[in-house]
């Protein structure tokens, strides 16, 4: 039977990619050795590298005043490697809280200099973005989470400010055109939109790394990984060559423009759905839903059938729509390279439970 | 044409871990659904990231005092995370400073605390490992460094002393038995004996964990991936899943008593070409000399024959045979993976080069 994989993450990513990725676990590109026991200094590795790196410059529309890191230890590191490297105690970093992922990052920052939480949502168990917060202009930056993975929002405009924007995307970005020049470091785990676990996508302007002195670790420094071009230690050579292929993917498929729309449309379908089947309700403030992840629970009266529902998708090969602890019911995840058909399946499950 | 993998790593792994790594990557143990796009909390992985601790337990008879960790960043990133976890200004920690890879353990580790350099063979080149130096009794901890990749030595024996061992094995880990009991820390990037780049094993004895007070980024504390068994976040899974099946193998093929018996075998091979070949001389000191990194030269007057020994290398299918910057030559790595037939080839194409 088709599976279809509704999972937050890792998650689902195009199956010619994982086709040409499994050829190249045993020989990879003719060379007679798998891309799994290569010499990240060998030439191949490299023009694969610099392959990867040219794609995410192209895709996003960078200048030549952002480097392009790809590095290891996820969102997570990257919550206090961000403080460790802009902040210090004479300096103020403010931070948006819409959900888990940005609850985390206050906590690692608050150590490295003065946080402000700006707003947050936390009232509503985040179940909207918060809006129309003043933003100072002393900020050593201002920290966002675009998407949010567990609570189905996301962000549909970045505040004006001339404050250097600081934003984990790690659940969508790739998904949507977005300009660049606003955001001084975006940051992304790559296993959601982007590749398999174990490589973390790191982008930032150069120009923000000279203002604060600190003694640190270096793998630690930004800096180390823009002059060595993320070579300084071994890289995670086969999540960085999946990634890649999911950008050669992309781009062959119409670039960011092409994937919002098709992004805009399956979740349309979804939230469409959700929205005139009475047995189920959304958790999402609407103007905030995500495109990326659909937060959906059975409606007052039906909680009932939420067991019913799982075993439908189950035997339907909709895999992974169990909603998270913090939220309930169930969350569908839609990234990039979910096709139509698997939103179609769900939502085909969800009216037939209906109909019964 | 068949290719023989002298890459020093990333590195030779078993032709039977690429193939099955490759189905999985298609589909997983039949699931429909491919490794790299399955969540890290899926019954599927989380079996098989269990499946990959009982293996280190097992292969190196770890008693249940010791935490095994997958983590990532690599070597690089221990060479501070040791101490951050478990050092101070109260506190000292010696290193005996045998390669470039210590020398990097040393200069990250320290900014936390005392350190004193016991011993240095910088004085030749890092060419032999210096013995018989006195071990103070009040440390934290003693560091050393397993095997030099770069300068093709090993430590056949560990100091006897009280005091904790934490050693960087990531160039002959799983290489040969060892006495786990005598050592607080190991821990080894994965691409040479394990698995493929991007994930870092990292054996800990949990009782060195409460030693010291510091307030620690969650990612760094090892405490933090001790008590979430290494998913507090998204861990690296494919090469998590591609070491596991690598300790499969190892298993099967005899555990560590085979692979020493194999790695001596094949080393011996290669030495005895270079120690009777007049036109090749070896690097390390012969009692030093590495089972895993074979590092040799052409001997005085022949130097001019380096590039011939190169090109005759690449027509006999034997790869990464050049040696490091740092001494010139060339350095043949044969680390478990490596079949005899592999070693016999190019000591063939070094007998031809002798014969024309």
């Known amino acids: 039977m088709k599976k279809h994989n509704f999972y937050a993450g890792p998650a689902i990513l195009p199956a010619s990619v994982m086709a040409e990725a499994a050829q190249s676990v045993v020989d990879f590109e003719g060379i007679g050795l798998s891309i799994l026991e290569i010499s ?135 998904s949507r055109p977005l300009d660049i020049s606003r955001f001084g470091i975006i940051y992304a785990g790559a296993q959601k939109n982007l590749g398999p676990a174990g490589v973390t996508l790191v982008i930032l302007k150069k120009d923000l790394l000279s203002k604060i002195q600190r003694t640190m670790p270096t793998m630690l420094n930004y800096s180390t990984h823009v002059e060595k071009k993320s070579t300084f230690n071994t890289p995670p050579v086969f999540p960085i060559y999946v990634s890649m292929l999911t950008l050669r993917w992309l781009k062959a498929n119409g670039g960011l423009a092409a994937m919002a729309a098709r992004n805009e449309e399956k979740a349309q379908l979804l939230y469409d759905e959700i929205d005139s089947n009475p047995l189920f309700e959304g958790v999402a403030a609407k103007e905030d839903r995500s495109l990326m992840n659909v937060t959906f629970v059975m409606s007052a009266g039906n909680e009932g059938l939420t067991d019913k529902f799982l075993a439908d998708c189950a035997a339907a090969g909709c895999i992974g729509v169990k909603g998270h602890r913090s939220v309930g019911g169930f969350r569908a995840s839609i990234y990039n390279a979910m096709p139509k058909e698997g939103v179609q399946t769900l939502v085909d499950v969800m009216k037939a439970l209906g109909n019964k």
């Open 40 to 174: 990240h200094r060998s030439k191949e590795c490299t023009a694969m590298l610099e392959e990867a790196e040219a794609l995410v410059r192209e895709l996003l529309g960078l200048t030549d005043g952002y480097a392009v890191l790809f590095l290891t230890g996820g969102a997570s590191t990257q919550f206090f490697t961000v403080a460790h490297n802009l902040l210090n105690k004479d300096l103020k970093a403010a931070y948006v809280d819409t959900g888990s992922w940005s609850s985390k990052a206050i906590k690692e920052a608050k150590e490295y200099g003065q946080l402000e939480v700006l707003a947050s949502s936390k009232d509503k168990n985040f179940s909207y973005v918060p809006k129309g917060y003043d933003i100072p202009e002393d900020l050593a930056y201002l920290h966002l989470t675009s998407n949010n993975t567990i609570f189905g929002t996301q962000l549909k405009e970045f505040p004006a400010t001339e404050v250097p924007l600081v934003c984990d995307m790690s659940s969508d970005i790739f």
